[in-house]
């Protein structure tokens, strides 16, 4: 993959919307995150948070967003792993991302 500095997993997959072994390419956003679920086919919910300044009272408020992400075959994840998901072409209605990397040790 060009452009993101991620390692290359061992296993081989036939998916074509893999950005390492199909034809998918990647741009954009990279986002940090954990996944929250992994019930449907080759799909994973991935919840990230961060800080949201309000000007009203000067502080910062903590928000989630939960994001849909193609989880490529080569790739093996669990619910509450970190994960690293890069923005791509829209694959469903609901889905534009997909999975590049799952954190080593966490």
Known sequence: MVGIN????E?????PNCPFHGELSVRGQVIE???????????????R???KYINKF???????????AHK????DVK??????????RQLSKTKHFVLVEVKEGE
């Open 79 to 88: 619910v509450g792993d970190s994960v690293k998901i890069a923005e791509c």
């Open 58 to 68: 000067e502080r910062y408020e903590k928000r989630n967003s939960k994001i849909k």
């Open 6 to 9: 991620v390692k290359q997993p």
């Open 11 to 15: 296993k081989e997959c036939h998916d």
């Open 33 to 47: 995150g954990t996944v929250t679920s992994d019930k449907a086919d080759r799909t994973i919910t991935v919840e």
């Open 72 to 75: 490529p075959d080569c790739l």
């Open 49 to 51: 948070s961060f800080y």
